[in-house]
């Protein structure tokens, strides 16, 4: 059989021993989706390679087509996040739950995500500048992500009948805010504030963002979570380690 070669710029979402000096790697293509690959001594101290495949990086690669995996022929670094993110534990955290729930909403290989691709790469460079809170990068990227996927939460009408209006009932397995007839027992009902910040999240009002209380924004990042499993029927390990407590460094206000 006639191996192919051929190339994409990529989102390294993860990285896996493969025996003594390589890795396989967990890719998301501009093109090509979700892929993984073999990198052969990408280990080894005199690797060619180096730090161009570690998790997070934005890299242009050229790969050998394989049944199961490909081959890693060619790496050029464009925009490498690994180290900065790395050195910081909350958006390494971050980065993890962002990586992770890409790998996770795309079902199938080699199926393009153009959105995913884009917002995957946006977070990621967005952490790394460092210029937003750790957490509302990660919201916003779910949030967003879910919608690329058909998954996002209803936030201005019932998420049962359709009917538009200010709810603030919020049922997770209804598929978001739900109106008083469809509203079902254990629904949870969140500060109005909460369900503000999701819509400024969802639509890029980071004005808005910037300026709720920590307690919100626990709040919400609990509703968005829930949600994302639900509906994505599978567990983000990832999202169980981001750190919510702001560092005293962390940016709260534009």
């Known amino acids: 059989m006639h191996r192919k070669l051929f190339r994409d710029d990529v989102v390294v979402l993860r990285t896996h021993k493969l025996g003594e000096a390589d890795h396989i790697v967990s890719l998301l293509g501009r093109r090509t989706g ?16 180096g730090a161009r495949l570690a998790p997070f990086g934005h890299v242009d690669l050229q790969l050998l087509e394989g049944r199961n995996l490909h081959t890693v022929t060619q790496a050029v670094g464009i925009e490498l996040y690994g180290r900065v ?37 946006g977070a990621l460079h967005a952490l790394a500048r460092k210029t937003r809170p750790a957490t509302l990068i990660l919201d916003a990227y779910l949030l967003r992500s879910m919608r690329a996927a058909g998954l996002q ?46 819509r400024a999240l969802m639509t890029g009002d980071w004005d808005t963002a910037l300026g709720s209380p920590q307690s919100t924004r626990n709040e ?35």
Not at 168 to 190: D, I, K, L, W
Not at 228 to 235: G, N
Request: aromatic share 6%.
């Open 153 to 198: 939460p209803a936030l201005d009408s019932c998420a049962s009948c359709g009917s538009h209006g200010d709810f603030r009932a919020f049922s997770v397995a209804a598929g978001g805010t739900v109106c008083r007839t469809c509203r079902p027992p254990g629904a949870a009902h969140p500060a109005p504030t909460a369900l503000t910040l999701m």
């Open 34 to 49: 979700r892929m993984r690959a073999v990198a052969k001594g990408v280990r080894r101290t005199s690797s060619k390679f």
């Open 85 to 121: 993110l790395m050195s910081d534990y909350q958006r390494y955290t971050v980065a993890c739950a962002i990586s992770e729930t890409a790998d996770k909403l795309i079902p199938e290989e080699h199926e393009p995500s153009l959105d995913i691709f884009q917002l995957t790469l």
């Open 220 to 254: 919400t990042s609990g509703l968005v979570s829930a949600h994302l499993q639900w509906h994505m029927e599978r567990s983000v390990r990832s999202l169980s380690y981001v750190q919510r407590t702001p560092r005293r460094n962390e940016m709260e206000k534009p």
